[in-house]
């Protein structure tokens, strides 16, 4: 077994080439199916967030996975490599735990990437590529992240992505409650960002989506109104505040749609957050004067800022996770022993076999069951020390030393002498 997993993240590369190897859910199945092909990978899982991208997988040939991360979305391996980290064994297990943990996000102690987590592994173990390794792995994962959180409290008084964007938003509209606002998409992080922003109680809340269903069921809750992302050009103009986050490839507020939007209002001033990856407003509409457009990484201030106070937490957090780092190690080398181990009970096996059948033979025939049972447990004696004694007896020099010394501690030999 070959634990590696790969990735680019927000500590390694900006979301300009995070969203160039992300894998929204439309294209995920078909690229864990096509890792797994061709014996590239016998097992794999894929975490797409709007902060990572990462592949898990069992692996012999680690190189060609990390060049199908690069070729799946036809890109030349060059401009994937150097934001590209490759972590083997023990560092595999211990960046799966530190993940899960929140310790490796941009929110430190978040609780978010513990749900993408079972979610991608879910996803994987529908389509049939988790196999022991991996669902090992996963298992002691969200055990190691439970714990940590349970016993260090890391995630306490967190500044989530969402109260970092209302935080931003009040540094240019100083009453929440006086502006509209705009939510596009109705995932998870529009929901959560959403909420943050309906305890301002702004004037106005909309939400837009592609299924208008969902679009209601989120303004419902939120006491706002719903429409079809198609009516997005007709309305954009109306919002002061601008929050998106969908799972499309392509971006769907351009910077035609956005100078049109701000000429409708007379160039009053818009604050837009792009919380999806790949972005949904093209990077463009920042540069408009009157439009003051956040991404994930640009949150990344605001959050740090709440990190000290929890910094006290990751070397208890850490100390967790090298113990459990450790213990899922020596599983996975006592896994290495499997085939031995079962080719030496397949051999006691046919041994046993052989010799009870001359035993049986023998009492069919009418002897003394003592004396059969008596050579039979001679015989077995004889053949399951033959191969040791007869391996002991050829070798030579410092050979025959540590075979003695092996034999010893295999049948427990030191206290019989």
Request: glycine share 6%; proline share 4%.
């Amino acid at each position: 077994m070959q634990l590696f997993a790969f990735g680019i993240n927000h500590h390694t590369a900006p979301v300009a080439v995070r969203e160039r190897v992300a894998f929204p859910p439309d294209i995920l199945e078909r690229a864990l199916q096509d890792l797994t092909r061709d014996e590239r990978a016998s097992e794999a899982i894929i975490v797409s967030t709007c902060n990572r991208t990462e592949v898990y997988c069992n692996t012999h040939t680690p190189e060609a996975v990390a060049d199908w991360l690069a070729d799946f979305h036809g890109i030349p391996r060059t401009e994937v490599s150097p934001y590209l980290t490759i972590f083997a064994g023990d560092d595999a297990i211990r960046h799966a735990f530190r993940v899960a943990s929140g310790l490796d996000s941009m929110v430190l102690g978040e609780t978010q990437i513990l749900g993408q987590l079972k979610q991608a592994v879910d996803k994987a173990q529908t389509l049939g590529t988790v196999g022991t390794l991996l669902s090992k792995l996963f298992q002691n994962t969200f055990a190691v992240a439970k714990e940590v959180r349970t016993a260090t409290e890391i995630g306490a008084n967190t500044v989530s992505m969402s109260a970092a964007a209302v935080a931003l938003a009040e540094r240019i509209f100083p009453s929440i409650a006086r502006q509209s606002v705009l939510f596009i998409g109705a995932g998870e992080m529009i929901e959560l960002v959403a909420t943050h922003f309906a305890a301002r109680t702004p004037r106005r809340i909309m939400v837009v989506n592609r299924t208008v269903e969902r679009a209601r069921e989120l303004a419902d809750r939120l006491g706002g109104e719903a429409a079809a992302l198609t009516r997005l050009p007709e309305i954009l103009h109306e919002f002061d505040i601008v929050c998106t986050s969908t799972a499309s490839p392509l971006p769907i507020l351009g910077l035609g749609l956005a100078e049109r939007a701000l000429k409708a209002r007379r160039h009053r001033p818009m604050f837009m957050v792009d919380l999806a990856v790949p972005r949904d407003i093209e990077a463009e509409v920042g540069e408009l004067s009157d439009v003051y457009l956040y991404t994930v990484d640009d949150l990344g201030e605001v959050i740090r800022a709440g990190h000290d106070a929890r910094r006290s937490k990751v070397d208890e957090a850490e100390a967790i996770i090298t113990t459990r780092v450790s213990e899922f190690t020596h599983w996975i080398d006592s896994r290495r022993a499997v085939p031995t181990v079962r080719a030496l009970r397949d051999h006691g096996e046919r041994l046993r076999r052989h010799e009870l059948e001359k035993a049986l033979k023998h009492l069919t025939h009418g002897e003394d069951p003592a004396q059969v049972l008596d050579a039979l447990s001679k015989a077995l004696t004889n053949k399951f020390l033959h191969e040791p004694t007869h391996a002991l007896g050829h070798a030579q020099g410092d050979e025959q030393g540590r075979l003695a010394h092996l034999i010893e501690r295999l049948y427990n030999l030191h206290g019989e002498r």
